[in-house]
């Protein structure tokens, strides 16, 4: 006398069988994902450095006209350009010289 008979022994391999073949399916497709969420991740991080690089280059283009801004922010009574006639002027024409041979300079070095 058997504890399982032949009949049902056969219905127990069929389960078993469909069990592995779904288990064989489901790590297929978790690995899928994972490939496409390392896929995802590496274009987030692509265009996240993409805009960490535009406001790097602008914060670097902009720094030496904040250096120029706190320098005659400091109102000293003997800077030779405070009583210049064209002390206002000189200081528009460096910041824009400024900005013009940093940005062309970045653009030679192709990192804009």
Known sequence: MSLIDEKNLQCFKIFTDKAIRIKDNVDLLRERTVHLW???QACLN???NQTMKIFTLMTTIFFPLTVIVGWYGMNFQYM????WKYGYLFVIVLSITVVIVLFFWFKTKKWI
């Open 38 to 40: 390392d896929a995802y």
């Open 46 to 48: 692509m265009r996240l």
């Open 80 to 83: 030779p350009e405070l009583h």
